[in-house]
C-alpha cells in the first residue's frame, strides 16, 4: 500500500458500535437498492416496498450512481483534484476516489457520512487505483461548520483551491425545517471561485401519485423520511452557481455515455453539476 495512503478515520468516534439494525437506514436501503451486501431485515423491507412498485427505484439507483461517476470523471478531467463527498455510501463498485484518482492519481477525496456503517467499510473506501489521499469522516451534513473544521477536512483539502463539493442524492434526506438551503449555500460560501457543486436529488417530477404515496410508505420508518422535491426546489439549491450544460436534467441525462434507455425519463433523480463563478 503506498505510504500516502491514509488509513485514519476520526479518533473522535468510536468503533460503530451500535448500527441500531432494527431502524432503517438511508445508507443500507441504498446499498439494498444497488444490489450490495450490506443492510439488514428493516432495510430490506423497506427496499422491498420499493421494488414492490416495479423496477423503476433500482434503475433509478443505478442511474444516479452513474451520475456520480461520469461528473466525479468530468471535474477530474477539467482539472479538479479535491473532491469532498458529503453524503458517501457504502462502497461500492467506482467510489469518488477510484474515478477521479484514475484520472488524476494525486487527487485527494474526504468522505463524510453520518452512519457508523460508513466508517466499517473506511478500508474499502482508503484503497484505491492513485496515489492520493482518501480519508474518511463521521458527521452530518447538518452540521456544515463541523464538516469544514474537522481536521480530515483541513489537512487533506487546500479550501483555497477550488474543490468538487458531491452532495449526491443526499440532501432529500433533509427535511425542509431542517434548512438544507442555507447548509448548502454555507458549504459552497466556504469553497474558492472555481470550485464545483454536483447535486442530485430525488424528485417527484416524473412520479404518479400513487407512486409519491409508495415512496412515502417505504421511508416511513427511515428516521428522516423521504422529502421529495420540485425540480425549482431542488434548483434553488444551485442558486449563484453556474450550470454545466446540459443545466438540471433526470441524472441519466447528464452527459450521457451513449444513448439514455427507454425508461431514463421516468428516473425521478435530477441532476445537475454547477461552477462557483
Ligand atoms: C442514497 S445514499 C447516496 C450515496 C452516494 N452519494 C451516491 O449517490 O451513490 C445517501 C447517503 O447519505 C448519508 N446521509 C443521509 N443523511 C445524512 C446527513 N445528515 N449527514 C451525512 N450523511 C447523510 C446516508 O448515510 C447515505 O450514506
Known sequence: MSENWMTEVDTRFPEPTNLHPEIPHPARVYDFLLGGKDHFPSDREAGEKILAMGEGGRTAVRANRAFLQRAVRTLAELGIDQFLDIGTGIPTAGNTHQVAQQADPEARVVYVDNDPIVLTHARALMSGPGHGVTRVLQ???????????????????????????????????????????????????????????????????????????????????????????????????????????????????????????????????????????
Open 139 to 277: 458527521a452530518d451534513l447538518r452540521e456544515p461548520e463541523q464538516i469544514l473544521a474537522a481536521r480530515e477536512v483541513t489537512e487533506t483539502l487546500d479550501l483555497t483551491r477550488p474543490v468538487a463539493l458531491l452532495l449526491v442524492a443526499v440532501l432529500h434526506f433533509l427535511k425542509d425545517s431542517e434548512r438544507p438551503g442555507e447548509i448548502v449555500a454555507a458549504l459552497i460560501d466556504a469553497l474558492p471561485s472555481g470550485s464545483y457543486v454536483v447535486l442530485s436529488h430525488v424528485t417527484d417530477e416524473v412520479l404518479t401519485d400513487e407512486e409519491v404515496t409508495g415512496v412515502g410508505v417505504a421511508y416511513s420508518k427511515v428516521p428522516t423520511g423521504m422529502n421529495l422535491r420540485t425540480r425549482e426546489q431542488v434548483g434553488q439549491f444551485l442558486t449563484g452557481v453556474d450550470l454545466l450544460d446540459p443545466g438540471l436534467v433526470l441524472c441519466p441525462f447528464w452527459r450521457p455515455d451513449g444513448e439514455p434507455a427507454p425508461e431514463a425519463n421516468r428516473v425521478s433523480i435530477l441532476a445537475a453539476v454547477g461552477r462557483k463563478p
